[in-house]
């Protein structure tokens, strides 16, 4: 009964959407107030429905009922609580379904946040993506149902064990809030090309929710990389796998389009190309969604597939990123171009911020699909690696940094170099000079390292400059300057855990029997042997590695080696002992004779600043959304209107 | 405004290659070991541990070498695919069980039932290096010869059967 409530409410959130997607936009092009008056209400009651269906959903796992196809293929009567509300977004379907009830999340979000938007133009970003929803219920209902029904299974074939993991839990939602967040920049974007409007306060409404979509994209993938360093077991916390890449180009458009909507609202320049950005991070997240669900990329991540649903997402797509572009192409030009600037002002600093970004993505990109290129045209099947991703990636990333440094304290228009230079000398000295002797107190002198400190040291120190002339000014509190600086110190904090862990980690594969000890960058490690384990819905061995340093305990770790009874496949779950200079991480490997396992042991120097500075960056996203101009402009506009 | 129309432009070159992606298997990689002779290996059989075999008592038939384990989901999808084919007694499937405790995988051939001729057991993996075995299940099909001459990943579905192996057995049988 409560899965045909759940499908029943799909169809009317079907229907909902058509009507949330039609009458306001046909209400705005004809000037119709009715027809606009109705995307508040059918927005609000398409969620609602939505939430109904996920409701259903999540009730029919954490209730078992193995009567649901999608239940039995992924959840297990002796799965843990907590994991059946995993598996409630862990299957294909199930994770569509999270899709649709978080762009109507986004959707009622702006409903309610638009008071100071003017109608026309509320009806329409509300019907953008009242269109994108039905696109989706559409492909659900007509591929994917979540609910469909079958003869009552003895039990479930259990969730994917990679799956059942604490991090799941809040990974895909956040990630999903990311993505679908750049819906709102989208249909903000789609608007101004329908109304051919495009001035200051678009792009201050357009701000704060496309940072917001960022910042939990940033949290999004951050958490993806560190359960991949976890989880998987082989101590990498990036492997530029096609699905990994699928959410870091729509956050390399997304850094882009934030950077370029701030010289829209405050110089009038860059339209078209803001316009183009916010097309281009939400295609990304489309496609990204086209690359994990069709198959036509074989990656680690990949837990379903199926051709079918890769043609239905493969039209979807492109309707609407051929559709937004064939009307960008026709109405780019009635949107302008906007202000003028000198050959080096911040508008330049940005635009080639920009350039930066977008080749980074056009080279992941590249790198993701040349494979598919190469088959295609039956030329061979090869696979790109991450040294192709390494060699485009550090030189691209290195100068964006160093703008980074410099952007913040140039000025608008045009710069006075000469100032310039004199406010910087300092701080770029200190840098280089620390720069070049802090690899002496991590060991051997590399080059890399130096240039990774060196960024790390540039943007601490610029920041520290602009901070400083910040508070020497008369200006007060800005949510919005301090939150990007506190980003731009993620950066600085990322790079340093990426060069660090990237030149000095290091590993040691062995066989140890009971008793063995070895050495690891000073720390003693002693293998105490396996004992057998019994949990929920696995069995499975438990070693012992007691950690010491210079005679002193300093932890002891238990990695596992687990079969999950279900599926019956084995897995590694590794012991990780976290610090802010160094992770120490073991796995179990294979039993050997004698009562001997191999065991492999890493040693890495910094690795949790990579997280750390990604956490910096959303947190600085957040905060400049706090911004008191988004808010003051929301009063004033009600004053005018 | 011709520039404005460049992003299109490459979205649609692009939606044409997703589209023929589709129709391409990713998984679909071609074996090194395709026109070469199959790797030996002397495995004890899972019905009887005291017996041995090796392919190069196959010579002179055509036969399916199926790579499974009980612990590999996709390998019962496959199962009933198998089962049929080898009641129709078109060509001999030998099993190999890859890293595997023989128990288990004599359970579940006494209780899903059994379409091998015989079953190898490769504990440690060992053969299934020498044949590139990198997913379960993996078929082969060796022909009179001793040599490799199609491998087919992930599970056997009754198309894969039709359009790719049966033809090729009959080809060979004659």
């Known amino acids: 009964m409560i899965p045909e409530l759940g499908h029943f409410s799909l169809i009317l959130a079907l229907l909902l959407a058509l009507v949330q997607g039609v009458l306001p936009l046909v209400g705005a092009a004809r000037n119709n107030a009715a027809w606009m008056a109705v995307a508040r209400p059918a927005a609000r009651a398409q969620f609602l429905f939505v939430a109904i269906a996920f409701g259903a959903l999540a009730y029919s796992f954490l209730s078992g009922d193995f009567s649901v196809v999608n239940v039995t293929r992924n959840s297990h009567s002796r799965l843990p609580e907590i994991y059946r509300l995993t598996a409630t977004w862990g299957s294909h379907e199930g994770s569509m379904l999270l899709w649709t009830f978080i762009l109507g999340l986004w959707t009622v979000a702006v409903t309610l946040f638009s008071r100071h938007l003017p109608e026309d133009m509320l009806a329409r970003v509300v ?319 590399q080059p890399l390292v130096s240039l990774g400190c060196l960024l790390s040291l540039w943007i601490a120190v610029t920041v520290a400059i602009s901070v400083r002339a910040r508070l020497r000014s008369s200006s007060g509190w800005s949510a919005n300057f301090y939150g990007m600086n506190l980003a731009h110190l993620g950066v600085a904090v990322t790079v340093i855990g990426v060069t660090m862990v990237s030149s000095y980690q290091t590993e040691r594969n062995m066989r140890m029997a009971v008793g063995d000890t070895v050495t690891l960058q000073g720390y003693t490690f002693r293998f105490g042997g396996v004992e057998d384990i019994v949990g929920p819905n696995y069995k499975g061995s438990r070693g012992t590695l007691e950690v010491s340093r210079n005679g002193k305990p300093v932890s002891t770790m238990y990695p596992e080696k687990r079969i999950y009874v279900a599926s019956g496949m084995p897995f590694t779950e590794s012991a990780i002992d976290y610090g802010l200079t160094r992770d120490l991480y073991t796995a179990l490997g294979e039993s050997l004779d004698g009562g001997a396992w191999s065991v492999r042991l890493f040693h890495k120097p910094f690795v949790v600043w990579i997280w750390i500075g990604a956490v910096l960056m959303a947190l600085g996203g957040f905060m400049a959304i706090t911004d008191r101009r988004y808010r003051a402009s929301r009063k004033q506009g009600r004053a005018a209107a | 405004m011709k520039r404005f129309m460049i992003p299109l432009g490459i979205f649609i070159v692009l939606v044409i290659f997703l589209g023929i992606g589709l129709k391409l298997d990713p998984r679909e990689v071609p074996s090194p070991l395709i026109g070469k002779p199959a790797p030996a290996f002397s495995l004890a059989l899972l019905s009887d541990p005291a017996r041995q075999l090796s392919p190069a008592e196959l010579r002179g038939k055509v036969w399916l070498f199926n790579v499974w384990a009980s612990w590999c989901a996709s390998c019962r999808q496959e199962h009933d695919v198998l089962l049929d084919l080898s009641k129709k007694g078109i060509v001999p499937i030998y099993g190999m069980d890859y890293k595997d405790q023989p128990a288990d995988a004599q359970a579940v051939l006494n209780s899903y039932g059994n379409p091998y001729t015989e079953t190898v057991v490769d504990r440690d993996g060992r053969a299934g290096i020498n044949y590139g075995v990198y997913g379960v299940p993996e078929t082969y099909l060796i022909d009179k010869n001793g040599i490799i001459r199609m491998k087919h990943t992930g599970p056997v579905t009754p198309e894969v059967l039709e359009r790719k192996i049966l033809p090729l057995v009959k080809e060979l049988q004659q």
Request: aromatic share 14%; proline share 6%.
């Open chain 1, 127 to 445: 019907g953008v993506m009242g269109l994108v929803s039905f696109g989706f219920l559409l492909f659900m209902l007509a591929t994917s149902n979540p609910f469909l029904r079958m003869p009552m299974a003895m039990d479930g074939s259990d969730l994917n064990p990679l799956l059942q993991d604490p991090g799941m839990v809040v990974h895909p939602p956040i990630l999903y809030m990311g993505y679908v967040g750049f819906s709102v920049a989208f249909a903000f974007a789609i608007t101004a090309l329908l109304s051919g409007k495009l001035d200051a306060s678009w792009a201050r409404w357009s701000r704060p929710w496309t940072t917001a979509a960022w910042s939990f994209l940033t949290i999004g993938i951050m958490m993806g990389s560190w359960w991949a360093y976890y989880e998987l077991g082989w101590g990498g916390w990036w492997f530029w796998d096609p699905v990994e890449n699928a959410s870091l180009m729509p956050w390399l458009v997304g850094t882009a389009l934030i950077h370029s909507l701030a010289v829209t609202e405050k110089r009038g320049s860059f339209k078209a190309w803001t316009v183009f950005l916010a097309i281009g991070a939400f295609s990304l997240s489309l496609l990204g969604t086209f690359l994990v669900r069709s198959g036509v990329l074989s990656s680690v991540h990949s837990f379903a597939t199926d051709p079918t649903r890769g043609l239905f997402i493969l039209i979807f797509l492109a309707v609407v990123i051929g559709g937004s572009l064939l009307l960008f192409a026709m109405r780019a030009s009635q949107v302008g171009l906007g202000g003028r600037f000198a050959l080096i002002s911040r508008e330049s600093f940005l635009l080639v911020n920009n350039i930066l970004l977008l080749t980074a993505t056009g080279s992941v990109l590249l790198g993701t699909l040349y494979p598919l290129f190469l088959d295609a045209l039956g030329l061979g099947k090869i696979s790109v690696g991450p040294p192709y991703f390494n060699s485009v990636f550090v030189p691209l990333v290195t100068p964006l940094i160093f703008l980074a440094g410099i952007g913040p304290l140039a000025r608008w228009k045009q710069v006075n170099v000469p100032e310039l230079a004199n406010r910087l000398k300092w701080g770029f000295g200190a840098s280089v000079v620390a720069a070049l002797l802090l690899p002496f107190t991590q060991g051997d002198w």
